[in-house]
């Protein structure tokens, strides 16, 4: 069952938006060759904890950290290590924060240092498939207008979309209905109504679109080692249109 929010319950997600949004201003600063990705974890835990929030995703059905660093080929769920990030390098870095009894779950992808013309590309669409998901967040919409902008824009331009990964529902708890794929049909899917709360988080790969699991049960790669990029928001559906909640 998808849980509306009301304007009141939605204004009471802001703050854990925003806390989201300021880990990831900060972290920004740190994100550069030579730096690991524990490093960059254990900052986001502290930031959080100096802002207010509260993390989650450690020990989360057995997550070992507080947050997802994702390296390269890695699609999602990376766990952070004293692996030192090199030029060259792309980082998803995805961060979920509770406040007030309210979730909030963005990802972001850093360019560490000079990064080939391929990634750069990868990038650039990646972020371009997020925006255009976003705009058709309309109320009396469907969700495959959402989906199919994003799939028909990535495939467009020589990339592919995960399908085994999902995007959900968010709000009292970090999922919650709809559970959906990044690909669809525009006019079809789930009805778009004011209060819905969800995120949108395209994961688009250079290559195939299929990915493989770890033996540690949580690191998603791209099967044939190629590069994988994601952007992410929490997003509302209200009546003056897509409000992103984690905006920064």
């Known amino acids: 069952m998808i849980i509306l929010k009301s304007p009141k319950e939605i204004e009471a997600m802001k703050p854990a938006g925003q806390i989201v949004a300021d880990c ?20 986001v835990a502290r930031h959080i904890t100096k802002l207010g929030g509260k993390q989650f995703t450690k020990g989360y059905n057995g997550f070992p950290a507080e947050t997802c660093t994702s390296v390269n080929d890695v699609v999602a769920h990376g766990i952070p290590a004293n692996r030192e990030l090199m030029d060259g390098d792309l980082l998803k870095l995805d961060i979920v924060v509770e406040y007030g009894g309210w ?13 080939r013309p391929e990634a750069q590309k990868l990038m650039k669409v990646t972020k371009e498939c997020l925006d255009l998901g976003i705009a058709r967040a309309l109320p009396g919409g469907r969700l495959g207008d959402i989906t199919s902008a994003i799939q028909q824009h990535a495939q467009a331009n020589g990339f592919s ?68 990029a994601q952007y992410e928001h929490t997003i509302a559906v209200t009546p003056n249109g897509p409000l992103i909640l984690t905006a920064h």
Do not use: Q
């Not at 979730?103 to 360019?111: I, T, V």
């Open 103 to 115: 979730f909030a779950d963005s990802c972001w992808c850093y360019a560490v240092g000079n990064i």
């Open 24 to 43: 990831y201003r900060e972290a920004a600063k740190l994100i550069e060759p030579g730096i690991t990705t524990r490093e960059i974890n254990d900052f």
């Open 161 to 228: 979309v995960v399908r085994d990964l999902l995007a959900h529902g968010i709000g009292r708890s970090l999922h919650e209905e709809p559970s959906y794929e990044h690909i669809g049909v525009a006019g079809k899917g789930v009805r778009l109504k004011e209060g819905m709360v969800f995120t949108i988080e395209p994961m688009i790969n250079e290559g195939t679109f299929r990915i493989t699991i770890d033996d540690d049960g949580w690191t998603a790669r791209t099967a044939d080692g190629k590069l994988s």
